[in-house]
């Protein structure tokens, strides 16, 4: 079983939706929470970071972890065309060790 | 620098030959990590570095894979005899302290 396990999908949305994109995870360690957006031919890029329990908000995003059900969401609302983009959600027990990353969601917003 | 930057962003290579990839970090970050991307794939630790320290490798596939940080902030992967399962985009990222991973755009390696 892998750290962390994250729908490949694709996903496919109009323009306009809500998006909602999750991971689960098997080690209780893990108490830093990361998404990233990855556009083809270039590196993941930090969207969101969160420590432990709660939401976090930035602007059309909002990010999810509840460690209770080792689980995390992000949420990307008003959806735009450029959020077409692979989503890759990352964790890690402490911030100098290893970062575990899902395998991506691939996301693709119609105009 | 603005950024981590990894050169070149592509790289062929003909099997058994050995290729060395670089990493600058952004200047001032201590923590140095160097993944492999499969096609499709996420990200897979191969490596990290702490200012010059080596301190996790395990993440390095074979003996032909070698990574060093002489001095703190150019980092080199070098893997030796490639192989056709090598082929991969191999990622640097680097953070400060406690922040999250900062990832230059990779080097597409393919191995003919």
């Known amino acids: 079983q892998k750290e962390v396990e994250q729908d490949p999908g694709p996903l496919s949305v109009p323009e306009g939706a809500i998006v909602s994109l999750n991971c689960t995870y098997s080690?209780?360690?893990?108490?830093?929470f990361m998404w990233y957006r990855q556009y083809s031919r270039k590196g993941p890029e930090l969207l969101m970071y969160t420590y432990s329990s709660g939401n976090k908000e930035d602007g059309r995003f909002t990010a999810q972890v509840d460690k209770s059900s080792k689980y995390i969401s992000l949420f990307i609302r008003d959806s735009q065309p450029s959020d077409s983009a692979t989503y890759l959600c990352?964790?890690?027990?402490?911030?100098?060790?290893?970062?575990?990353f899902g395998t991506g969601t691939s996301l693709t917003v119609i105009p | 620098g603005a950024g981590v930057s990894q050169s070149p962003r592509y790289k062929v290579a003909k099997r058994g030959q050995d290729v060395a990839l670089r990493c600058d970090p952004i200047?001032?970050?201590?923590?140095l990590f160097w993944y492999q991307q499969a096609l499709g794939q996420g990200p897979e630790f191969l490596t990290y570095f702490q200012n010059e320290a080596q301190l996790d490798k395990s993440g390095l596939p074979s003996d032909r894979f070698f990574a060093e940080r002489p001095e703190g902030s150019v980092s080199t992967l070098k893997i030796q005899r490639t192989q056709q399962e090598d082929s991969a985009v191999y990622l640097c990222?680097?953070?400060?302290?406690?922040?999250?991973?900062?990832f230059g755009n990779g080097t597409r390696l393919t191995v003919t």
């Open positions: 200047s001032g970050h201590v923590s």
């Open positions: 080690n209780s360690a893990f108490q830093y």
């Open positions: 990352a964790m890690s027990a402490n911030t100098g060790n290893q970062f575990y």
């Open positions: 990222a680097s953070s400060f302290r406690t922040s999250p991973l900062h």
